[in-house]
Nanobody, 115 residues
Framework: QVPLVESGGGLVQAGGSLRLSCAAS????????MGWYRQAPGKQRELVAD???????TYADSVKGRFTISRDNAKNTVNLQMNSLKPEDTGVYYC?????????WGQGTQVTVSS
């Protein structure tokens, strides 16, 4: 069973929107924080946004006001609504789940924003 399953990436023009979703399998429980990271070509992986069990959110400065993270604790899912996308948002987006001291990573989904 794949621990984390991501969906929703794709190609969009600048100014457009995409919604990423990540579902954690039943093998991951007692989840604490859930979040999204991204890695652009030639750059290090960086935090985009995360959200605690109590829905406290953190955003990278570059996405504040444009991206919204949300989660459904009952379904073990986390979503990232991305609006007003820019070419610099291009990269591979990874779901991350923190559970019992272990950080689980998704396989990554490509987001490409054309100018």
């Amino acid at each position: 069973q794949v621990p984390l399953v991501e969906s929703g990436g794709g190609l969009v023009q600048a100014g457009g929107s995409l919604r990423l979703s990540c579902a954690a399998s039943a093998s991951i429980f007692r989840i604490n924080a859930m979040g999204w990271y991204r890695q652009a070509p030639g750059k290090q992986r960086e935090l985009v946004a995360d959200i605690t069990t109590g829905s406290v959110t953190t955003y990278a400065d570059s996405v504040k006001g444009r991206f919204t993270i949300s989660r459904d604790n009952a379904k073990n899912t986390v979503n990232l609504q991305m609006n007003s996308l820019k070419p610099e948002d291009t990269g591979v987006y990874y779901c991350n789940v923190h559970s019992r001291g272990i950080y689980h990573w998704g396989q990554g989904t490509q987001v490409t924003v054309s100018s």
